[in-house]
C-alpha cells in the first residue's frame, strides 16, 4: 500500500524535528526563510526572531567577515562558470543569552530553473569539539615548552653554559656525515687546565668552578666559538671547527693557547692549556677521531703542558 504526501511529509517533519543538527533554508541574501524547531534549544531564540533575519547578523564580527568572503568568492566563481559548491565552514553563533558557541554549518546552493534561489543546509553545535581542540593546541604548546627546556638540559653544561658532551656527539655526527656526502672539511680540537686539580686543592672547588666559567665565557666572547665548544667533562673541553683544514686549526689553537695564558682569572690566577689539534681523516669513525685527539692531548702534557699536539 502506497503512503501519502501527508505521511511522507509527517515523516520527513519527524526527522528533521527530531536530529540534533539544525536544518534551515535561505534565500540568496541569507535571510532565513525556514528552520527547524530544535534552532532554539542551540540559539535560545524563537522562530520568529530568526525566520526574516539575515544568518551572519547572528555571528561575531569576525564570521560575520568570513562568511560574506566565502559568499563573494563563490558569487564570483558562479559568475566565472564555476558551480563549485561553498560547503563547510566553521564559524562563532552568538545565543540570544551573548554566549558565544562555535558552529559547523554546511551550505549547497539551490537553484531552480537553472537561476540561483537560495541556500538549504544545516547547523551543528562544535563548541565541545572546539574547547577540546584548544585544549588539545595547549597541551602540545606546553609540551612543546617541555621539550625545548629538556633539550636545553641535555644539549647545554650546567655549571659553564658551553654545550655538553652529549652536543658535542651529535654534532660530530653530523659533521662526519657532512664530510662524508658533501666533502667539507672539519677539524678538531681537545684541551683541557694544566694543572687544574693544584686549583681545587689550594682555592676550593668553587674557584675552580669560577675558573671553568671564565674560561668558557672567554672563549665563547673573545674568540668567537660560541657555536663550536663543548664541555666535554671536568676541565676537558673540545671544539668543532667547521670548514676549516689542519693549517687553520693549529692556527685556532695556538690563539686559543695564548690567548688564555695571557688572561688573568678571577683574583689574578693564570692558567695554561695543554691541546691535542686533528682534521678529520677519510672515513675515520667517531670514535677514533676522538681516539686519536684524545691522545695527542696527553702527548702535549707529557712533552710539558702549555703546547699543541698536531696529529
Request: charge should be negative; hydrophobic fraction near 40%; glycine fraction near 6%.
Amino acid at each position: 500500500m502506497k503512503k501519502s504526501c501527508c505521511q511522507d511529509y509527517e515523516r520527513y517533519k519527524y526527522i528533521i524535528e527530531n536530529t540534533k543538527d539544525v536544518v534551515w533554508e535561505m534565500a540568496p541574501d541569507f535571510v532565513y526563510t525556514y528552520l527547524s524547531s530544535n534552532s532554539k534549544e542551540m540559539s535560545g531564540y524563537e522562530l520568529s526572531e530568526m525566520i526574516g533575519h539575515r544568518m551572519p547578523e547572528f555571528l561575531n564580527e569576525e564570521s560575520q567577515r568570513y562568511v560574506y568572503g566565502l559568499a563573494t568568492a563563490y558569487l564570483q566563481k558562479r559568475m566565472q562558470g564555476d558551480c563549485a559548491e561553498i560547503g563547510l565552514m566553521e564559524v562563532v553563533f552568538v545565543c540570544k543569552d551573548g554566549k558565544e558557541k562555535w558552529v559547523e554549518v554546511a551550505a549547497k546552493p539551490m537553484f531552480e530553473d537553472g537561476q540561483f534561489c537560495g541556500y538549504i543546509g544545516t547547523t551543528r553545535d562544535i563548541d565541545e569539539k572546539k574547547v577540546c581542540e584548544k585544549q588539545l593546541q595547549d597541551a602540545l604548546a606546553d609540551l612543546k615548552i617541555m621539550n625545548e627546556r629538556l633539550k636545553e638540559a641535555v644539549y647545554f653544561d650546567s655549571l659553564t653554559g658551553a654545550y655538553s658532551r652529549r652536543k658535542f656527539e651529535d654534532d660530530l655526527s653530523a659533521a662526519i656525515a657532512n664530510r662524508q656526502n658533501e666533502a667539507i672539511d672539519f677539524a678538531l680540537l681537545f684541551f683541557d687546565i694544566d694543572y687544574f686539580k693544584k686549583i681545587n686543592d689550594q682555592y676550593g672547588h668553587k674557584m675552580g668552578d669560577h675558573v671553568l666559567v671564565e674560561l668558557t665565557d672567554l672563549l665563547k666572547e673573545t674568540l668567537g666559538m660560541a657555536n663550536h665548544l663543548f664541555r666535554w667533562g671536568g676541565d676537558e673541553f673540545a671544539v668543532i671547527l667547521p670548514a676549516t683544514d689542519l693549517a687553520e686549526a693549529i692556527k685556532a689553537a695556538e690563539k686559543i693557547r695564548t690567548t688564555v695564558g695571557e688572561h688573568k682569572f678571577l683574583d689574578g690566577t693564570q692558567i695554561t692549556l695543554s691541546i691535542g689539534v686533528g682534521a678529520y681523516q677519510s672515513d675515520e669513525t667517531d670514535n677514533q677521531l676522538i681516539t686519536r685527539l684524545d691522545t695527542a692531548l696527553l702527548s702535549a702534557k707529557a712533552k710539558g703542558r702549555n703546547s699543541l699536539v698536531i696529529c
